[in-house]
């Protein structure tokens, strides 16, 4: 008898860091399916196409079962407690998007298990929609009703998750994110800098959350002299706002560069092209952009927090959250061309301890344990 995980691929964000991590997990998951086990994907309402290029993109899937409604009305029908056809069996859903209902998983071996990688929606709803901040509050309720597990990406999320609904008690459990497989600095890195308009110099700021940023901005118009500012992970609506801080805050207009969301091989090459990588945001968040830097051995300045005191270990400088905090970890890591080097090196060796097939694993063993 063979067993199928179906795993839930949530593509709300077509290019967000939870649509490619989903995707990313489905692959691990099938190339490290212990014997007798199989992995499927159960998507939103798609057009035979979109089907067909899902299962494309993931090889070695055993099927792409789709609901009966879209992603729009599906998320709805999940938070009112509607599986719409689409509960039962073994569910892992990279995100909230679960059907969340009540399910028998002792006798029918039913199971679901979703993730919470930000706590966003409760520390900074500010910086969401009011409907985006209502959906997840509401889906977590639910997770705390019918989910068997939990999965947060750091312990530190587990510990902040616990204080907000503590009767998930011991179902939460810790696997981290990774970059991209294969994810490197490709061998048309200048090129790929140049066709974004990026400078040859610059200081790199993840801009996935406004907070922090004005910070990182002081920062680096205190202490990096000549050098220009790229921001990345910025919404189409924000790039504005962001922008007109970091004037505000002393910078050049010619010298601030705010980007969205890039594909893999351009964040590689932006991420590379560094003189550091500011993460000025303590906020309760898995640390994609940190993480990634990591991977191609990019010297990290991050605001202390829990979540980076996890990720980073002593793969980066830990400063103090502020302006000054991170203008003291800046001057330090572009001081000389040995601090930086070092940096650099301690970034690449901690950067190896991200893996998807790491976590696939872990998720598998999840299961078992269920």
């Known amino acids: 008898m063979t067993t199928t995980l179906r795993v839930v691929l949530d593509d709300d964000a077509a290019i967000g860091p939870i649509a490619e991590a989903s995707r990313e997990l489905a692959r691990g998951l099938v190339r490290t399916a212990p014997s007798g086990c199989e992995v499927a994907v159960l998507l ?18 055993a099927r792409a079962d789709t609901a009966p409604l879209a992603r729009r009305e599906l998320a709805a029908s999940w938070q009112l407690g509607i599986a719409a ?19 028998d998983r002792v006798y029918d071996h039913d199971q679901t298990v979703v993730t919470v990688w930000d706590l966003a929606a409760w520390e900074a709803p500010d910086e969401l929609s009011r409907t985006h901040v209502l959906w ?9 009703k019918h989910a068997d597990a939990v999965v947060v990406p750091t312990h530190t999320h587990a510990e902040a998750l616990r204080g907000i609904a503590p009767k998930l008690g011991d179902r939460l459990r810790v696997i981290a994110g990774a970059p991209p497989a ?3 600095v ?4 200048a090129g790929r800098r140049r066709t974004h308009g990026l400078p040859a110099q610059y200081v790199l700021v ?39 801080a970091a004037v505000a805050a002393g910078l050049a207009e010619s010298r601030v ?19 550091a990588v500011l993460a000025p945001s303590s906020l309760t968040g898995f640390p994609w952009t940190v993480v990634e830097a990591l991977a191609v051995g990019a010297p990290v300045i991050a605001a202390d927090s829990g979540a980076h005191r996890e990720v980073i270990v002593e793969g980066g400088l830990l400063v103090a959250a502020s302006a000054d905090g991170l203008a003291g970890g800046l001057a330090e890591a572009i001081g ?3 601090a930086r080097t070092r940096l650099a090196v301690l970034a690449g060796d901690r950067g190896r301890a991200f893996s998807w097939l790491g976590a696939a694993e872990r998720v598998w063993q999840l299961h078992a344990e269920l």
């Not at 997840?136 to 705390?144: D, E, G, N, P, Q």
């Not at 907070?211 to 504005?240: I, K, Q």
């Not at 980007?259 to 003189?275: F, T």
């Open 182 to 184: 294969g994810f490197a």
């Open 85 to 103: 056809g689409t509960g039962g069996g073994m569910i892992h859903s990279p995100s909230l998007l679960a059907p969340l209902v009540r399910h």
């Open 186 to 189: 490709p061998a048309d890195e």
């Open 44 to 61: 939103p309402a798609a057009a035979d196409d979109v089907v067909a290029a899902v299962r494309a993109d993931l090889p070695g899937i």
């Open 206 to 244: 993840d801009g996935a959350r406004r907070a922090g940023l004005d910070d990182a901005f002081a920062a680096v118009a205190r202490e990096g002299g000549d050098l220009s500012v790229v921001v990345t992970e910025v919404g189409d609506e924000a790039v504005a706002t962001v922008a007109a």
């Open 257 to 275: 560069h705010v980007r969205g969301r890039l594909d893999a091989g351009d964040r590689a090459a932006v991420l590379a092209g560094a003189e």
């Open 336 to 338: 000389s061309d040995a």
């Open 136 to 144: 997840h509050k509401a889906m977590l309720k639910r997770a705390v």
